[in-house]
């Protein structure tokens, strides 16, 4: 029987390390790239909190948000026709890297670069040529594109790539993934990475939905134990982990 633990969008604005004020100077800088009758592509959209704020930014554009998770689909549709804006959002489930319109004036791709990456039984390294290659493939020339994905903040150690794929090369290092968004098409106009407070509250967001049902069932719940075993990995795997050496890299680029 799967544990329906609380959803993380209760616990979490974005489905990312991303601060209140960071936020505010991405949904900005994207919505000047959205002129009337212009489309900004979200892939891996989650909740889309990000994209929402977007579109009531940019009151004459159209927001697409792509995602494999029907339940955060279905809550980014709510929010969209609570905050009017559901005629101008579409939030479709699938592939990211094919659905949705083939040409976009902005991209938005945080944590979503798997989704360029090909199948495999094994955990391979993160694919950011592939995903570049991708998103150059659907952006035109001086769009706007947010990329997001993990970088290495330090050089991995044994027990912070055990809770994730278990190598070094899983992820690369900020200048290294500059490097690539160059070497595929793109120009960086600023490079961000999330600082410690962001990674803090992010993986509280993860702890918050494990308390809530702990609070919430009586100790003896026949899933208890399987909940607050899940919780101690979490918090092991971060605190004794990767924390402080897991990054995420936020590039803002236009394309060239």
Do not use: K, N
Not at 40 to 51: P, Q, R, T
Not at 136 to 148: E, N, S, T
Request: net charge negative; aromatic share 8%.
């Amino acid at each position: 029987m799967t544990i329906e633990l609380p959803p993380l969008h209760e616990d979490m604005v974005f489905l990312s390390p991303l601060s209140e004020e960071r936020a505010t100077g991405f949904v900005g800088w994207l919505a000047g790239g959205l002129p009337a009758h212009a489309t900004m592509l979200d892939v891996g959209c989650g909740w889309a909190e990000l994209s929402l704020r977007v579109a009531a930014a940019a009151p004459r554009a159209r927001v697409v948000g792509v995602d494999l998770d029907e339940q955060s689909l279905e809550v980014a549709r709510r929010r969209a026709r609570e905050r009017h804006l559901g005629d101008r959002t579409q939030f479709l489930p699938g592939d990211g890297a094919i659905t949705g319109p083939d040409e976009v004036d902005v991209l938005v791709a945080i944590g979503a670069s798997q989704v360029w990456g090909q199948e495999s039984e094994e955990m391979q390294p993160l694919p950011y040529a592939a995903a570049l290659s991708g998103i150059r493939d659907r952006v035109r020339r001086g769009a706007r594109v947010l990329y997001g994905d993990g970088v290495w903040s330090r050089s991995p150690t044994p027990e912070a790539t055990a809770p994730l794929a278990g190598r070094d090369d899983e992820f690369v290092t900020l200048p290294e993934l500059v490097d690539l968004a160059v070497e595929h098409g793109f120009v960086p106009v600023a490079v961000q990475e999330a600082s410690q407070d962001e990674w803090d509250a992010f993986e509280s967001g993860f702890t918050a939905h494990y308390a809530t049902w702990l609070a919430t069932h009586e100790p003896d719940h026949p899933d208890a134990d399987e909940v607050r075993d899940r919780a101690r990995r979490q918090r092991d795997a971060y605190f004794r982990g990767y924390r402080g050496i897991l990054g995420l890299a936020y590039l803002q680029l236009l394309a060239v």
